[in-house]
């Protein structure tokens, strides 16, 4: 008996049961958790899935408050269906908290009515990353984002986008391109890029967004995350203050300003969605990668290139500092042919890099993220 209770306990840390956890503490969909509590009951939802769904996740989530009402009622609902449709038998936990989130939404609606939500979001390492500089000793970098519950409200700024979870793929999959350099990013939304950039150690980091409101928001994430912070990465920068939350609107930006900054990079993930602001996104994009010398630029050419020789990989599409990287899902021809336009009015220099530099899967769990879908482009000024 001890021996199936060991393998139980591994079990929880390894796929599938790291999977399940870790798209329920993500709020991923109710259909993805009923698909990957299949997959660890071996088609099945019996007992021990179930056990396991109640005392390692909900119970575990309640501990440190990340079990929103909302969500959870969707996820028991669609749980406890799929289990009686084989004629199983559910366990009572699952049946007596259900019941209890049914009658405490009656008693008091102020759960429906938040306007945010906390995700964790767990990037899992694979065994053959582990030489990576990024990856932890325990394989998994956890990051805490509050974000918007409602898309319809507006507060598109707080929401985590699939082009932002891609560009963190990304930074974490190739961080010898951030190692030590200067970071900007436009629109940085909840700051997901800024904690990921921290991780793999940029020199200095600059998050920025036109809108107030979004720009709280993102400080807190930035804070809570790199002051608690438990990463298992030498010398990792977990001082909040070296990253910047700055108030960024395209259109009133000045040239004096973004020349100012003088990032090694500028990122950016779904800034590409609205004609009206494409102008402006290109010309601020356009000041901040003019911004420095041929001598710079040779000598950011030159450190790239040692940086990769040194990690003992090449980098097809490397552009000399300074650089942007764009994630993108094209939803609108239109628009994104219009940003092309734009940029080669602006002697900007567009390249697709999605084929020749994917990042590794590190969100394996996340169903509803379709990374296929997005897309990753360097642009640099000619």
Not at 99 to 105: D, E, H, N, T
């Amino acid at each position: 008996m001890a021996i199936n209770e060991d393998r139980e306990e591994h079990d929880t840390f390894t796929p599938p049961y790291l999977h399940l956890i870790s798209a329920f503490l993500a709020m991923e969909p109710p259909d993805v958790m009923i698909s990957l509590a299949r997959e660890c009951g071996g088609g099945f939802i019996g007992d021990r899935v179930q056990s396991f769904i109640w005392n390692g996740c909900i119970c575990e989530a309640m501990k440190i408050g990340l079990c929103q009402g909302p969500y959870l009622r969707r996820v028991l609902k669609k749980l406890i269906a799929e289990i009686e449709s084989e004629r199983g038998v559910v366990l009572d936990e699952l049946y007596e908290h259900y019941a209890y989130i049914m009658a405490s939404s009656k008693d008091d609606n102020s759960a429906e009515g938040k306007s945010k939500i906390v995700k964790k979001i767990s990037f899992l390492f694979p065994d053959d990353c582990a030489k990576l500089l990024s990856c932890p000793k325990s394989k998994k970098l956890e990051v805490s984002l509050q974000c918007s519950l409602n898309l319809l409200e507006g507060d598109t700024g707080c929401s985590i986008w699939p082009s932002s979870l891609y560009l963190a793929e990304f930074v974490l999959s190739f961080p010898e391109l951030f190692f030590n350099k200067s970071c900007l990013e436009v629109g940085s939304g909840v700051g997901l890029l800024g904690v990921c950039l921290a991780h793999v150690k940029a020199s200095s980091i600059i998050l920025s967004d036109g809108d107030l409101s979004t720009l709280v928001n993102m400080r807190q994430n930035v804070e809570s995350n790199l002051m608690h912070s438990n990463t298992n990465v030498p010398e990792v920068n977990k001082d909040p203050t070296m990253v910047q939350c700055v108030h960024l609107p395209w259109e009133s930006a000045t040239e004096t300003e973004l020349r100012n900054y003088a990032p090694d990079i500028v990122l950016g993930a779904d800034v590409i969605y609205d004609p009206v602001c494409l102008p402006h996104l290109v010309r601020v994009l356009s000041i901040l990668l003019k911004g420095s010398t041929p001598y710079d630029a040779d000598k950011s050419r030159m450190a790239n290139q040692s940086t990769a020789t040194c990690s003992g990989r090449s980098f097809p599409f490397l552009d000399p500092c300074p650089v942007a990287y764009i994630a993108y899902v094209i939803r609108n021809l239109e628009t994104y042919n219009c940003f092309l336009r734009l940029t080669e009015e602006a002697n900007l220099c567009v390249t697709d890099m999605t084929e020749a530099m994917q990042p590794v899967d590190l969100l394996p769990y996340a169903k509803s993220y379709e990374r296929s879908r997005v897309r990753i482009f360097s642009i640099a000024y000619l």
